[in-house]
């Protein structure tokens, strides 16, 4: 199983970027496909998830307004569109797949992922 992120690079502020997420040897149908971010020296943190099946969404109250996250089934890849890019929007950029959907609890835990993508820098500059 391999997530592959992609899209990632250096952009000004107010600038939007599209990342990508692919996956190969999984199927998608049923689970939570997530979007997480580390800035350097802080923890990696929890900004968008997606049902797999149903479309059903949710987002950190910190990227809910500027972020979407969505996906094409069909190409087994989930996207997160970022728009109005801060510096504070800064970090490298995981994707993340479950075993299955979940509470959103569970699905805002980093420990609720069984396949981790390798991550895509986004610099944002002021």
């Known amino acids: 199983v391999q997530l592959q992120a992609s899209g990632g690079g250096l952009v000004q502020a107010g600038d939007s970027l599209r990342l990508s997420c692919e996956a190969s040897?999984?199927?998608?149908?049923?689970?939570?496909m997530s979007w997480f971010r580390q800035a350097p020296g802080k923890e990696r943190e929890f900004l968008a998830t997606?049902?797999?099946?149903?479309?059903?969404?949710f987002y950190a109250e910190s990227v809910r307004r500027r972020f979407t996250i969505s996906k094409d089934n069909a190409k087994s890849t989930v996207y997160l569109q970022m728009n109005s890019l801060k510096p504070e929007d800064t970090a490298v950029y995981y994707c993340?797949?479950?075993?299955?959907?979940?509470?959103?609890?569970?699905?805002?835990?980093?420990?609720?992922?069984?396949?981790w993508g390798q991550g895509t820098e986004v610099t944002v500059s002021s």
């Open positions: 997606i049902n797999t099946s149903s479309g059903s969404t």
């Open positions: 040897e999984i199927t998608l149908s049923g689970r939570a």
């Open positions: 993340a797949a479950a075993r299955n959907w979940g509470a959103r609890t569970l699905i805002q835990d980093r420990s609720w992922y069984i396949y």
